[in-house]
């Protein structure tokens, strides 16, 4: 059985993981060391709570909290008898130290590859720079 695991980068209802996997119970931590060691203000925090809600609104089995990420998903995991785990892809050292500690835990792991507004793969100093690369492709696709 399957699972997905939203993370604050796929806070989407149209999630590439959600997607593919439309009956698949779903989580979403709130990462409770990255909260403690960052400050966030309140408003953000508020923000991402009511994006994990809408992208899990209508999916049964789903649940937001608070804990060790990779605690948190390896529970949910085994409390719905999953053996997969379905993400979607950031480039993030943290979602692949919770990856590798899920698959350690004997979880397999499908890693989804996100829908990007435009082809651009450079580094972005400047967004006014950026903007002037990427204008024609987002605009007029």
Same mark, same amino acid.
């Given at each position: 059985? #399957?699972?997905? /695991? =939203?993370?604050?980068?796929?806070?989407?209802?149209t999630?590439?993981? %959600? &997607?593919?996997?439309?009956?698949?119970?779903?989580? *979403? +931590?709130?990462?409770q060391?990255? %909260?403690?060691?960052?400050?966030?203000?309140?408003? !953000? =925090?508020?923000?991402?709570?009511?994006?994990?809600?809408?992208? =899990?609104?209508?999916?049964?089995?789903?649940?937001?909290? +608070? $804990? +060790?990420?990779? #605690?948190?998903?390896?529970?949910?995991?085994? %409390?719905?008898?999953?053996?997969e785990?379905?993400?979607?892809?950031?480039?993030?050292?943290? &979602?692949?130290k919770? =990856?590798?500690?899920l698959?350690a835990? $004997?979880l $397999?792991?499908?890693?989804?590859s996100?829908?990007?507004l435009?082809?651009f793969?450079? !580094?972005v100093?400047?967004?006014s720079? *950026? /903007?002037?690369?990427v204008?024609?492709? +987002? %605009?007029h $696709?």
């Open positions: 059985m #399957k699972m997905v /695991w =939203l993370h604050g980068a796929s806070l989407s209802n999630d590439p993981a %959600l &997607l593919a996997n439309p009956d698949a119970p779903a989580i *979403f +931590v709130f990462d060391p990255f %909260l403690e060691s960052t400050k966030i203000a309140f408003p !953000r =925090l508020q923000f991402i709570f009511e994006g994990a809600l809408e992208a =899990l609104a209508t999916r049964a089995n789903s649940r937001i909290c +608070v $804990g +060790v990420q990779a #605690k948190e998903i390896i529970a949910f995991a085994k %409390l719905h008898n999953c053996t785990v379905h993400t979607t892809q950031i480039p993030s050292p943290e &979602l692949d919770t =990856l590798d500690a698959e835990a $004997g $397999g792991i499908i890693v989804y996100p829908e990007y435009t082809s793969t450079g !580094r100093k400047r967004f720079a *950026f /903007w002037r690369v204008e024609k492709e +987002v %605009l $696709g």
